[in-house]
């Protein structure tokens, strides 16, 4: 292990080409911290997108060495191939300049996969009260904590070949909700995910549930709608 | 109208679905057996002759491969459409007109066979 990293970094947009960068090695160095080097050292045109820096937004997600990750909680140490990383956009998302992607595509998805909350209760209904312990709860629970960062997404094959596909997070989103106990669009929401769009075009495959960097498993989830819409199919609710 | 056709596209999906589960899980019983007469009859050298003399007539022997016949041609179907989409690009009536017709053929491939062992 030398002090200096050689860098590959996309620059264009589909069409263009990578870059190589000279930057310097430091102790706990994450793969964020290379690419704001080169921003700020290097070459002030390179454009990309971050926020929180701590693992909370879902804006810095790249494709490093191949694989989709959140490059501000990836330390270099652990992802570089002896002195090399190569760094990219993320996969399945069109390209606005350099490692920066347009999420439109996959946060609209999340609306077609019927992502918002319904509920009935006003403000001058008492709290509902959900049972932590319920399995619905637990269910909820194991799925809540996506940040969107869109890593799933991008390493998802299906989405790939199938692009009208809601998509890992959108349908882990869906999960969440028809999981939870205040929502009422739970009919609506089913159908919305289900079909060749949906749940149904998923191979199992793991990739999400493998890369997901909040250890969520969109696969389960998936599964998951498969059940309960095979369930609203033959009570006819479908 | 676009709420009832996507609503029974949907449905459609969830019983291929469920059906491709319940096909599965009763071939996976009987893919086992199979295997097991397979090698019963191989280890123990038994020629054809002797092989349709015990089926013939059989009617746990027929019974059991019309199940696996119609089990084959539930799930093969299925996933043959699934893979025309994918793969070959076709759009979803091409794929499961082919692979209905392709199902058809497997169950009457395999009824054929079924009845030259144990009826014929």
Same mark, same amino acid.
């Given at each position: 292990?030398?002090?200096?990293?050689?860098?590959?970094?996309?620059?264009?947009?589909?069409?263009?080409?990578?870059?190589?960068?000279?930057?310097?090695?430091?102790?706990?160095?994450?793969?964020?911290?290379?690419?704001?080097?080169?921003?700020?050292?290097?070459?002030?045109?390179?454009?990309?997108?971050?926020?929180?820096?701590?693992?909370?937004?879902?804006?810095?997600?790249?494709?490093?060495?191949?694989?989709?990750?959140?490059?501000?909680?990836?330390?270099?140490?652990?992802?570089?191939?002896?002195?090399?990383?190569?760094?990219a956009p993320l996969s399945n998302l069109p390209v606005i300049k350099d490692l920066a992607t347009d999420m439109s595509e996959f946060f609209d998805k999340w609306a077609r996969a019927q992502?918002?909350?319904?509920?009935?209760?006003?403000?001058?209904?008492?709290?509902?009260?959900?049972?932590?312990?319920?399995?619905?709860?637990?269910?909820?629970?194991?799925?809540?904590?996506?940040?969107?960062?869109?890593v799933c997404y991008a390493s998802c094959d299906v989405v790939a070949w199938r692009p009208e596909f809601l998509g890992p997070a959108a349908l882990n989103r869906a999960w969440t909700l028809?999981?939870?106990?205040?929502?009422?669009?739970?009919?609506?929401?089913?159908?919305?995910?289900?079909?060749?769009?949906?749940?149904?075009?998923?191979?199992?495959?793991?990739?999400?549930?493998?890369?997901?960097?909040?250890?969520?498993?969109?696969?389960?989830?998936?599964?998951?709608?498969?059940?309960?819409?095979?369930?609203?199919?033959?009570?006819?609710?479908? | 109208?676009?709420?009832?056709?996507?609503?029974?596209?949907?449905?459609?999906?969830?019983?291929?679905?469920?059906?491709?589960?319940?096909?599965?899980?009763?071939? /996976?019983?009987? +893919?086992?057996?199979? *295997? !097991?007469? $397979?090698?019963?009859?191989?280890?123990?050298?038994?020629?054809? &002759? @002797?092989?349709?003399?015990?089926?013939?007539?059989?009617?746990?022997?027929?019974?059991?491969?019309?199940?696996?016949?119609?089990?084959? /041609?539930?799930? +093969?179907?299925?996933? *043959? !459409?699934? $893979?025309?989409?994918?793969?070959?690009?076709?759009?979803?009536? &091409? @794929?499961?007109?082919?692979?209905?017709?392709?199902?058809?053929?497997?169950?009457?491939?395999?009824?054929?066979?079924?009845?030259?062992?144990?009826?014929?």
């Amino acid at each position: 292990m030398s002090d200096v990293l050689d860098v590959k970094v996309w620059r264009g947009t589909v069409e263009g080409s990578f870059s190589t960068y000279r930057v310097p090695r430091q102790a706990s160095q994450t793969v964020l911290d290379v690419v704001t080097y080169i921003q700020r050292v290097l070459d002030p045109s390179l454009s990309y997108r971050f926020a929180c820096r701590v693992g909370m937004c879902g804006s810095c997600a790249m494709t490093v060495n191949g694989i989709a990750r959140w490059t501000c909680r990836t330390h270099v140490a652990k992802v570089a191939k002896g002195d090399a990383l190569e760094i990219a956009p993320l996969s399945n998302l069109p390209v606005i300049k350099d490692l920066a992607t347009d999420m439109s595509e996959f946060f609209d998805k999340w609306a077609r996969a019927q992502g918002q909350f319904k509920g009935k209760l006003t403000r001058h209904d008492e709290f509902a009260q959900v049972e932590p312990t319920s399995k619905a709860r637990v269910a909820a629970s194991a799925g809540i904590e996506c940040i969107g960062c869109g890593v799933c997404y991008a390493s998802c094959d299906v989405v790939a070949w199938r692009p009208e596909f809601l998509g890992p997070a959108a349908l882990n989103r869906a999960w969440t909700l028809v999981n939870d106990e205040r929502d009422v669009a739970g009919a609506e929401r089913l159908r919305a995910v289900a079909g060749d769009a949906g749940c149904h075009s998923c191979h199992t495959q793991g990739s999400c549930s493998e890369r997901c960097p909040k250890q969520i498993a969109p696969t389960a989830g998936i599964a998951g709608l498969k059940r309960m819409v095979a369930k609203a199919a033959v009570r006819g609710t479908l | 109208m676009a709420m009832t056709s996507s609503s029974s596209l949907a449905a459609t999906q969830a019983k291929h679905w469920y059906w491709q589960r319940i096909s599965a899980m009763v071939l /996976a019983l009987c +893919v086992l057996l199979h *295997l !097991g007469v $397979i090698i019963y009859a191989v280890r123990s050298g038994l020629s054809a &002759a @002797a092989i349709l003399g015990r089926t013939h007539g059989s009617l746990l022997f027929g019974g059991f491969y019309v199940i696996f016949v119609l089990a084959c /041609a539930v799930h +093969v179907p299925i996933g *043959l !459409g699934r $893979i025309a989409e994918e793969w070959l690009g076709c759009s979803t009536r &091409a @794929a499961q007109i082919g692979a209905r017709l392709f199902g058809l053929l497997i169950l009457f491939m395999g009824l054929r066979a079924v009845y030259g062992v144990v009826l014929a």
